[in-house]
């Protein structure tokens, strides 16, 4: 039996382990706990939830690309009111942190949001600044640090839980999007969101995703949401959960050197399913390899050249 200590911190927040699963590759969690407990995870992120219902962008909504896939879902989901009745109650039930994220056209529908998820028993909200694929608010919002700080303050001043601001890497400069966030009084950053991509069908010429542009995430993105993740570490004091192409317990190590306090694991989900419990049961003796006896003594541990 290893005596590694994988409790990990996120502000407040105490999780079992660094492992989350990240938004939109879990659902609400329910259809993921036929394949095994949800009670072995840190944490789940919600799919991306809105005031109102939303289809989603019509098909072709995913294609694939060297080192992961594009997807532009464009943020399906049943709308807050009915995700409360019938889906945040099960998933909190779960021996897990319920993380839901939230996702605004502007200021006010992020308000809203933040204001029907008081007294529901979740952990942590994370604002989502940072959508590739639907046209008003998230993206356009984690691009302008004013809007950032803005957003993350009204929801701060109403919320009873902590707010986690995830961030998008389309911006040239993202260790000023999370002092944004930490101005507005976030409790964390997550990042990376997926990389604007697209893929054109040679023969028809025409793009292979329907709304002509998705996001890119998988193995392939994972050096840069490394080097975002470091840059905000040494930008802003609040913690970071760091994503974007997990696929390994290493990589988890590698993630949290470079400052993630926890991690989130996406389309390596979607791959295989077990993905999680399989980087958690490796994890202490990858910690262990390198002289380690905690995940948390290695948060931001890397010694830059
Ligand atoms: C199919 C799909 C749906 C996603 N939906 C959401 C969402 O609703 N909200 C959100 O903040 N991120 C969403 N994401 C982004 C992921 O949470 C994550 O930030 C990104 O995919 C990078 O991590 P990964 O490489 O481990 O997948 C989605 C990603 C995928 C692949």
Not at 77 to 104: F, M, R, S, Y
Not at 114 to 136: F, H, M, Q, R, W
Not at 161 to 168: D, F
Request: charged share 20%; proline share 6%; net charge negative.
């Amino acid at each position: 039996m290893s005596t590694i200590d994988l409790s990990c911190r996120v502000g407040d927040l105490t999780c079992k382990n660094p492992l989350i699963a990240a938004s939109g590759t879990f659902g609400f969690g329910r259809e993921m706990s036929r394949f095994f407990d949800l009670g072995v995870l840190g944490g789940v992120v919600s799919k991306g939830v809105t005031v109102k219902e939303r289809r989603g962008n019509p098909p072709h909504r995913i294609a694939e690309a060297p080192g992961g896939m594009l997807n532009a879902v464009g943020l399906q989901n049943p709308g807050i009111e009915k995700v409360i009745k019938e889906d945040l109650p099960w998933l909190i039930k779960q021996d897990t942190k319920v993380i839901v994220n939230a996702a605004g056209d502007d200021l006010g529908d992020y308000v809203k949001l933040a204001e029907a998820l008081n007294g529901v028993g979740i952990d942590a909200i994370e604002l989502n600044l940072s959508c590739p694929n639907v046209k008003t608010g998230c993206m356009a919002i984690g691009s302008e640090p004013a809007l950032i700080e803005e957003v993350t303050r009204a929801c701060k001043e109403i919320a009873d839980v902590p707010i986690w601001v995830k961030l998008t890497p389309n911006v040239t400069h993202i260790g000023d999007m999370a002092k944004a966030a930490e101005a507005g009084g976030a409790d964390a950053v997550s990042l990376i969101n997926t990389l604007l991509g697209m893929r054109i069908d040679i023969r028809t010429k025409r793009p292979v995703i329907r709304n002509n542009t998705g996001g890119y995430s998988g193995p392939g993105v994972f050096p840069v949401a490394l080097r975002m993740v470091h840059e905000c570490f040494k930008a802003v004091n609040i913690p970071i959960v760091g994503l974007g192409g997990i696929m390994s317990a290493e990589d988890v190590v590698e993630m949290m050197l470079a400052g993630a306090s926890a991690v989130q694991v996406g389309t390596a989900t979607l791959l295989d399913p077990y993905t999680m419990p399989t980087m958690i049961e490796a994890l202490p003796s990858v910690l262990e390899s390198i002289g380690a006896t905690s995940v948390s003594e290695i948060v931001g541990q890397m010694r830059p050249w």
